[in-house]
């Protein structure tokens, strides 16, 4: 456990005095991305980064559209801009398409005034935070600085507080979860990027950890073992009942355009909305159990009063103390050659 909380403040040092294009692309990688798989690699130009999807690193169960893929590509590249802008890099983005027809980002960066210092040094420390939180509700000023933080055109946010909607929004994760606990293939998958100790965390520089996840360490050959026999849909349930009653609320992500471009504007928005959470001492987690399902998409967006459209991220949050960060995949396994 030492050399891993050794690995995982050595990619969280501060940046530079005088940073390169390097340096932002290694603040790009301590974003969020489902399962921790990083489906990311980087092109560097002279004032630019492209940022490409990875698709050896699908999760095709869970996101057979690859919706959170660009997501995370989204959360990757605001974390870049924000990672420039506060060392007098500023930048734009654009979204184009490869040779294949896919989606990629291309950052551009210049030179100006620098801006976001705040939520720059929160990036090392930002953090999904998988434990129960305490249970108390956040100030009026606090709710107000996470909804003033997602201003991105083309990206609605619903904030979510009231107890009995709460309750009504757990029963739709709670089938959720249920029908992705009853799919062998989910559970296969899940499996597939779950590290049961650090040693495996460390040499794979992806995945769930257990420290990062709250769960004991196990041997390789023993943790799958371990979680067949203790993770089922009851006690899942059980779990997300516990983390729901004791978040503060959600904050629902919908984009007006269902398109990778759409994905990447959430993945963006996002991305601020952490970070600020960061800054304000605030902890969030995914529970996009209810968007994950297609069957059960339709009626969550009925409910939740968007019709026809696409509910993009679930996220709770609150208050809680730290847990041990996850691992990211070294520089030189995310960068290509132009």
């Known amino acids: 456990m030492n050399k891993y909380q050794e690995a995982v403040s050595a990619i969280r040092v501060d940046l530079p005095s005088r940073p390169g294009l390097w340096d932002f692309v290694r603040f790009a990688t301590l974003a969020p991305s489902s399962h921790n798989t990083q489906p990311w690699k980087f092109r560097l130009g002279d004032d630019t980064v492209d940022i ?66 705040d939520l720059c040094a929160a990036i090392p420390s930002r953090q999904s935070t998988r434990s129960t939180y305490d249970g108390q509700p956040l100030s009026p000023d606090e709710l107000g600085c996470l909804e003033e933080s997602v201003n991105m055109s083309g990206v609605d946010l619903v904030i979510m507080t009231d107890r009995a909607k709460l309750g009504q929004a757990l029963n739709y994760m709670q089938q959720g979860n249920g029908a992705q606990f009853e799919d062998p293939k989910f559970i296969r998958e899940l499996k597939s990027w779950i590290r049961f100790n650090p040693t495996a965390a460390l040499k794979s520089g992806d995945g769930l950890s257990g420290p990062s996840t709250g769960n004991p360490s196990a041997p390789s050959w023993l943790g799958p073992l371990i979680f067949g026999l203790t993770a089922n849909k009851t006690s899942e349930n059980q779990k997300l009942a516990k983390q729901i009653d004791s978040s503060a609320g959600l904050a629902i992500f919908i984009a007006e355009e269902e398109n990778p471009e759409g994905w990447i504007k959430v993945g963006r928005a996002f991305e601020r909305f952490a970070l600020r959470a960061t800054v304000l001492g605030i902890r969030h987690a995914h529970v996009n159990m209810p968007i994950e399902v297609t069957e059960l998409r339709p009626a969550f967006a009925d409910w939740l009063g968007v019709s026809g459209r696409r509910p993009d991220l679930i996220i709770r949050f609150g208050k809680a103390p730290a847990m041990p960060m996850s691992m990211r995949r070294a520089l030189d396994s995310v960068l290509v050659s132009a």
């Open 52 to 117: 490409l999807p990875d698709f050896s690193r699908r999760t095709p169960v869970v996101d057979p559209d690859d919706h959170h893929l660009y997501v995370s590509l989204g959360c990757a590249a605001e974390n870049l801009l924000i990672a420039a802008s506060a060392c007098g890099r500023p930048g734009e983005i654009m979204v184009l398409t490869d040779e294949n027809g896919h989606a990629l980002i291309r950052v551009m960066l210049g030179r100006g005034e620098r801006r976001d210092i």
